[in-house]
Nanobody, 122 residues
């Protein structure tokens, strides 16, 4: 089993910064990518950023140039540095792991954290 615990959320003024952390515990056979999703009240959950095992990254257009995803494999942790935060960034941010629980290519699965609240308001 894999467990994900997010931290680092909070209240910040527009233009401010926050750094989210996602600590992974437990074992998984392999990881395809890890990333961050967010969901604002009344809105659909959306992808924010992902990072693959080889280090390639992908960002939503709305956060490009402002957010940066990174990883520390030794600590089994990924981070999301959020800069120049806007009120529309307000959401619950969820950590995600997409990978395999077994050696077969079709043995794919997703793990989710419980989320951390980010509120951007003046």
């Amino acid at each position: 089993q894999v467990q994900l615990v997010e931290s680092g959320g909070g209240l910040v003024q527009p233009g401010g910064s926050l750094r989210l952390s996602c600590a992974k515990s437990g074992s998984i056979f392999s990881i395809n990518h890890m990333g961050w999703y967010r969901q604002a009240p009344g809105k659909q959950r959306e992808l924010v950023a992902t990072i693959t095992s080889d280090g390639s990254t992908n960002y939503a257009d709305s956060v490009k140039s402002r957010f940066a995803i990174s990883r520390d494999n030794a600590k089994n942790t990924i981070y999301l540095q959020m800069n120049i935060l806007k009120p529309e960034d307000t959401a619950v941010y969820y950590c995600n792991v997409n990978g395999q629980y077994g050696s077969k290519w079709y043995q794919k699965t997703d793990y989710w954290g419980q989320g951390t609240q980010v509120t951007v308001s003046s």
